[in-house]
Nanobody, 122 residues
Framework: DVQLVESGGGLVRPGGSLRLACAAS????????IAWFRQAPGKEREVIAC????????YYIDSLKGRFTISTDNAKGTVYLQMNGLKHEDTAVYSC???????????????WGQGVQVTVSS
Protein backbone atom coordinates (compact mmCIF):
# COMPACT_ATOMS: atom_id res chain seq x y z
CA ASP A 1 0.00 0.00 0.00
CA VAL A 2 1.05 3.54 -0.68
CA GLN A 3 2.09 5.37 2.46
CA LEU A 4 2.68 9.09 2.76
CA VAL A 5 4.18 10.89 5.73
CA GLU A 6 4.49 14.67 5.83
CA SER A 7 6.97 16.65 7.88
CA GLY A 8 8.33 20.17 8.13
CA GLY A 9 5.31 22.11 9.25
CA GLY A 10 5.41 24.68 12.00
CA LEU A 11 5.16 28.33 12.93
CA VAL A 12 6.83 30.91 10.71
CA ARG A 13 6.76 34.71 10.54
CA PRO A 14 5.30 36.49 7.51
CA GLY A 15 7.88 36.63 4.76
CA GLY A 16 9.61 33.53 6.01
CA SER A 17 10.14 30.16 4.38
CA LEU A 18 9.39 26.54 5.15
CA ARG A 19 10.11 23.33 3.31
CA LEU A 20 7.60 20.54 3.66
CA ALA A 21 8.56 16.96 2.92
CA CYS A 22 6.37 14.05 1.90
CA ALA A 23 8.03 10.67 2.35
CA ALA A 24 6.31 8.33 -0.07
CA SER A 25 6.55 4.56 -0.31
CA UNK A 26 4.67 1.48 -1.47
CA UNK A 27 4.21 2.33 -5.13
CA UNK A 28 3.80 -0.68 -7.40
CA UNK A 29 3.94 1.07 -10.75
CA UNK A 30 6.80 2.91 -12.43
CA UNK A 31 4.94 6.19 -12.74
CA UNK A 32 3.01 8.04 -10.09
CA UNK A 33 1.89 11.52 -9.17
CA ILE A 34 2.19 13.27 -5.83
CA ALA A 35 0.37 16.47 -5.01
CA TRP A 36 0.28 18.94 -2.16
CA PHE A 37 -3.07 20.17 -0.90
CA ARG A 38 -3.94 22.65 1.79
CA GLN A 39 -7.02 23.42 3.78
CA ALA A 40 -7.32 26.70 5.62
CA PRO A 41 -9.79 27.16 8.48
CA GLY A 42 -13.31 27.53 7.13
CA LYS A 43 -12.24 26.91 3.55
CA GLU A 44 -12.34 24.00 1.16
CA ARG A 45 -9.27 21.92 0.52
CA GLU A 46 -7.39 23.02 -2.57
CA VAL A 47 -4.65 21.44 -4.62
CA ILE A 48 -1.63 23.69 -4.78
CA ALA A 49 1.00 21.70 -6.67
CA CYS A 50 1.60 18.33 -8.26
CA UNK A 51 4.58 16.50 -9.69
CA UNK A 52 5.19 13.23 -11.46
CA UNK A 53 7.94 11.06 -10.01
CA UNK A 54 9.75 11.39 -13.33
CA UNK A 55 9.81 15.14 -12.82
CA UNK A 56 8.52 15.59 -16.35
CA UNK A 57 5.36 17.35 -15.28
CA UNK A 58 4.58 19.83 -12.59
CA TYR A 59 1.45 21.80 -11.87
CA TYR A 60 0.92 24.83 -9.68
CA ILE A 61 -2.15 26.74 -8.74
CA ASP A 62 -1.78 30.13 -10.41
CA SER A 63 -1.92 32.15 -7.21
CA LEU A 64 1.16 30.42 -5.79
CA LYS A 65 3.41 30.35 -8.82
CA GLY A 66 6.71 31.99 -8.01
CA ARG A 67 6.45 31.50 -4.25
CA PHE A 68 6.03 27.74 -3.93
CA THR A 69 8.16 25.09 -5.64
CA ILE A 70 7.51 21.37 -5.76
CA SER A 71 10.38 18.97 -6.34
CA THR A 72 11.14 15.30 -6.04
CA ASP A 73 14.11 13.29 -4.82
CA ASN A 74 13.41 9.80 -6.04
CA ALA A 75 16.49 8.37 -4.34
CA LYS A 76 14.99 9.41 -1.01
CA GLY A 77 11.41 8.72 -2.04
CA THR A 78 10.49 12.23 -1.00
CA VAL A 79 8.60 15.11 -2.55
CA TYR A 80 9.26 18.58 -1.23
CA LEU A 81 7.26 21.77 -1.18
CA GLN A 82 9.46 24.82 -0.76
CA MET A 83 7.38 27.76 0.42
CA ASN A 84 8.85 31.24 0.30
CA GLY A 85 7.44 34.65 1.11
CA LEU A 86 4.83 33.12 3.38
CA LYS A 87 1.75 35.16 4.17
CA HIS A 88 -0.90 34.97 6.86
CA GLU A 89 -3.31 33.51 4.32
CA ASP A 90 -0.96 30.55 3.76
CA THR A 91 -1.89 29.28 7.22
CA ALA A 92 -3.46 25.86 6.67
CA VAL A 93 -3.10 22.14 7.11
CA TYR A 94 -0.91 20.90 4.28
CA SER A 95 -1.29 17.33 3.06
CA CYS A 96 0.32 15.29 0.36
CA UNK A 97 -1.60 12.83 -1.78
CA UNK A 98 -0.63 10.32 -4.43
CA UNK A 99 -1.93 8.17 -7.23
CA UNK A 100 -0.04 5.14 -8.46
CA UNK A 101 0.24 4.26 -12.12
CA UNK A 102 -0.54 7.64 -13.66
CA UNK A 103 1.27 9.80 -16.21
CA UNK A 104 -0.47 13.06 -15.35
CA UNK A 105 -1.60 15.07 -12.37
CA UNK A 106 -5.12 13.87 -11.61
CA UNK A 107 -7.99 15.80 -10.09
CA UNK A 108 -8.64 13.26 -7.34
CA UNK A 109 -6.29 11.14 -5.29
CA UNK A 110 -6.50 7.74 -3.66
CA UNK A 111 -3.80 7.97 -1.02
CA TRP A 112 -3.33 10.65 1.63
CA GLY A 113 -0.92 11.60 4.35
CA GLN A 114 -2.01 12.78 7.77
CA GLY A 115 -1.22 16.45 7.12
CA VAL A 116 0.93 19.03 8.89
CA GLN A 117 0.00 22.41 10.27
CA VAL A 118 1.64 25.51 8.84
CA THR A 119 0.95 28.69 10.75
CA VAL A 120 2.13 32.06 9.49
CA SER A 121 2.01 34.59 12.28
CA SER A 122 4.03 37.41 13.73
Amino acid sequence: DVQLVESGGGLVRPGGSLRLACAASGFRRDDYAIAWFRQAPGKEREVIACILNSGRMTYYIDSLKGRFTISTDNAKGTVYLQMNGLKHEDTAVYSCAANDGVHWCPLSYDNWGQGVQVTVSS
